[in-house]
T-cell receptor
Framework: GAGVSQTPSNKVTEKGKYVELRCDPI?????LYWYRQSLGQGPEFLIY????????DSGLPNDRFFAVRPEGSVSTLKIQRTERGDSAVYLC???????????FGPGTRLTVL | AQSVTQLGSHVSVSEGALVLLRCNYS??????LFWYVQYPNQGLQLLLK??????LVKGINGFEAEFKKSETSFHLTKPSAHMSDAAEYFC????????????FGKGTHLIIQP
């Protein structure tokens, strides 16, 4: 079956612009996670959804970052007033239930010029 | 707070040699521990995980890891390296059974010499 998909695969934007990154989880998976992976680092947790609600958003670095999952499936990570330091690969993962194996997507590489 | 330290950002072994990738963790509660592999241009893939019970955990592709509470370690091993094992390996910890976000180490790039 289809895995986790993320679009776009690459996004180049200018400092100060707004971007949206999309994640399509595996069908039927109730838990969805966002991570950020900077060059030479491991993935860093951002936010976790159980269904439609954000169960833990403690990893969001500041209020420029926001994520939604309105119907409990697709999720969008939104970044306002992008900064060069936001450049990273943004990873999405989903699991059937919280606590079960997380399946990762290929990521979206965001470059802020 | 939980954390993970992976010793060695790059490890190089000869094909057929033992692979040993080191991981030490810090956790205030009994941890759940994971090893993930990332091949070039692919998503992270779970190799193995420790939850409770047997401390020696076997995973895919011949890898295994041993949870040693006294050493706060979860090192990854494979008896005989194959060229296809070349990849980035990440150790991760969770204090909630993996129900919340994982805390990852910085990763170890495994290089296989022919």
């Amino acid at each position: 079956g289809a895995g986790v998909s993320q679009t776009p695969s690459n996004k180049v934007t200018e400092k100060g612009k707004y971007v949206e990154l999309r994640c399509d989880p595996i069908s039927g998976h109730t838990a969805l996670y966002w991570y950020r992976q900077s060059l030479g680092q491991g993935p860093e947790f951002l936010i976790y959804f159980q269904g439609t609600g954000a169960a833990d958003d403690s990893g969001l670095p500041n209020d420029r970052f926001f994520a939604v999952r309105p119907e409990g499936s697709v999720s969008t990570l939104k970044i306002q007033r992008t900064e060069r330091g936001d450049s990273a690969v943004y990873l999405c993962a989903s699991s059937l239930l919280a606590g079960q194996e997380q399946f990762f997507g290929p990521g979206t590489r965001l470059t802020v010029l | 707070a939980q954390s993970v330290t992976q010793l060695g950002s790059h490890v190089s072994v000869s094909e057929g040699a033992l692979v040993l990738l080191r991981c030490n963790y810090s956790s205030s509660v009994p941890p759940y521990l994971f090893w993930y592999v990332q091949y070039p241009n692919q998503g992270l893939q779970l190799l193995l995980k420790y939850t409770t019970g047997a401390t020696l955990v076997k995973g895919i592709n011949g890898f295994e890891a041993e949870f040693k509470k006294s050493e706060t370690s979860f090192h990854l091993t494979k008896p005989s390296a194959h060229m296809s094992d070349a990849a980035e390996y990440f150790c991760a910890v969770s204090e909630s059974g993996g129900a919340d976000g994982l805390t990852f180490g910085k990763g170890t790039h495994l290089i296989i010499q022919p």
